[in-house]
């Protein structure tokens, strides 16, 4: 039984929206920040200093870890810190869930449980390290595979495209890079829910539809009563760019071991999420 929880990364988008729903589910919450603490985060952690990460873990004693906290830039963050925090959670005997992401893989293709990485940016190449270093220290662990988050109007996509929109940002939105979006509160329920669970290994946990990055700022933009025509529209060999297009993560086993629904992307926008 899962009576205390610890959030790593509780100050982000998903860290946030999963501390606060474990506490409206009756558990007990720790979350992490790193610079500024919040309702929702009042232990500030670096996960780049594994001893103040077995400090915390040791003090708090969870049951569950969900490793949220990311760096997009920082290896020493998506890479050292998930082996850092895998570590100091085995020591304690708390189950680990750890968020990985789509990006780990660099060609076009739909991915079950069993694909390996082949990234090929350093993103991509950190969080595959991350699953490398989280799965051998700890078996027992789930990898939790996802891709573009979005929600209550704070997922980074949503940003982009009302930045692009503005003028606030140059850039385009790629017509012909597809993947598989699902709403913030969706991965945070499906997180508790591992957490609570047995699963062990990599699990894929996306939304059911695929849709162009593109087209997904259209309906983002519609949803906030925005200029849709407004957008910028891009391919990727147009902005000089070598990455994946169309990656899709397959989400049979997920629907099968979950109760968590997965909505898909135009159900969750329609409904003004």
Known sequence: M????????????????????????????????????????GERLDIRDPAAVRDLMRRVRPDAVIHTAAGR????VMADGA?????AAAEVGARLV????????GRDGEYDETAEPDPVY?????????????????????VVRTSVILGHGAGQHERLTRDLIAGRTAGALFTDMIRKPLHVDDLA????????????GVLNVAGPEAISRYDLGVLIARRDGLDASRIPAATIVEMGLSLPGDVRLRT???VSVLSTRLRGVSEFLAAQA
């Open 122 to 142: 350093r993103y991509g190449a950190a969080k595959a390290a991350a699953e490398t270093a989280v799965r051998a220290v700890d078996p027992g662990a789930v």
């Open 2 to 41: 899962i009576n205390r929880v610890l959030v790593t990364g509780a100050t982000g988008h998903l860290g946030s929206h999963t501390a606060r729903r474990a506490a409206a589910a009756g558990w007990s919450v720790v979350g992490t920040f790193l610079t500024a603490p919040a309702p929702e985060a």
């Open 98 to 105: 750890h968020v990985s992401s789509d990006a780990i893989f």
């Open 189 to 200: 329920d499906a997180l508790l829910e591992l957490a609570a669970g047995r699963c062990a």
């Open 252 to 254: 049979d086993k997920a």
């Open 73 to 76: 830039s920082d290896w020493a």
């Open 83 to 87: 082996a850092h925090v895998a570590v």
